[in-house]
């Protein structure tokens, strides 16, 4: 397998609260938007993300739209972000988070992927129940494709009467391993069964169903190792991003065993 490996820079979530997250996803959300969105601030911090990211030894990441959010990002902010973007050689594979629930905030998202040379969204947006002919119009106008990531979803069949039979050239899944782990779902098997509809993966482990508490690989209730077994299975050749947020500590030498990992994982 050679498929891209990319870090996904959600999971640096409790990073601005010191990896003390007492509140939820939403406060590292709002830290996190806090920190970036000044712009005089912005390419320096920015900068320091990009360099932990290359030590660790990714080479291309998908960028969570806390840190650079069409609702606030200027001129400057993408015009710094894709500079800092080619200097460290790190092509962003897909943007991530939430797409907007508005024409506008979505083409707000479609702009910004654009500027960032991405091709993938990889998340959500409640457009697609709403407006759905406008968001596909949208994506094939610029190229895109818009993979919907499973949180709710408790199967793959709860995911395949959401995305629909029809537009699967634009409309497909970014199927996020360890929220199946949470529903109780086999995640090998998630991916078998959306294998047509599979645009990303976020490769991730969580400590045991019911809860969202992600860890290293191995050490959860994700088939991590089966799972990629199966990408190779089913001929699947697009990104696969490894994915790890703890709320409570630092999650650097969990991500560098990780992609370790997935390396010996794809070369057996």
């Known amino acids: 397998m050679d498929n891209m490996i990319s870090f996904m820079t959600a999971n640096y979530v409790a990073r601005p609260v010191g990896y003390h997250m007492t509140k939820g996803w939403m406060q590292g959300d709002r830290a996190t938007q806090i920190y970036f969105r000044p712009l005089e601030a912005f390419a320096a911090r920015f900068d320091r993300y990009l360099r932990d990211v290359r030590a660790l030894g990714y080479q291309a990441i998908d960028l969570w739209l806390a840190i650079l959010h069409p609702g606030w990002a200027t001129d400057g902010h993408i015009i710094a972000a894709r500079d800092l973007l080619r200097q460290h050689g790190l092509p962003v594979v897909s943007l991530a988070g939430g797409f907007g629930e508005t ?29 759905r002919d406008y968001v596909v119009a949208r994506l094939r106008a610029g190229g895109l494709k818009l993979g919907i990531e499973n949180h709710p979803e408790k199967s793959p069949g709860e995911m395949l009467a959401r995305l629909g039979e029809d537009d699967a050239d634009v409309i497909g899944t970014a199927v996020d391993t360890g929220w199946y782990g949470t529903q109780g779902y086999d995640a090998a098997q998630a991916l078998s069964e959306l294998s047509d509809r599979l645009f990303h993966v976020h490769l991730k482990d969580v400590r045991q169903p019911g809860a969202h508490d992600t860890c290293r690989f191995g050490e959860g209730c994700v088939p991590v190792e089966a799972c990629v077994q199966t990408l190779r299975a089913v001929g699947y050749a697009g990104p696969i991003s490894i994915e790890h947020e703890p709320e409570r500590f630092d999650p650097t030498e969990d991500l560098k065993v990780n992609l370790q990992l997935l390396k010996e994982w794809m070369a057996s």
């Open 103 to 131: 024409r506008e905030e979505f083409d707000a998202v479609c702009r910004l992927a654009a500027r960032l040379d991405c091709t993938i969204l990889g998340g959500g947006t409640s457009l697609l129940e709403t407006d």
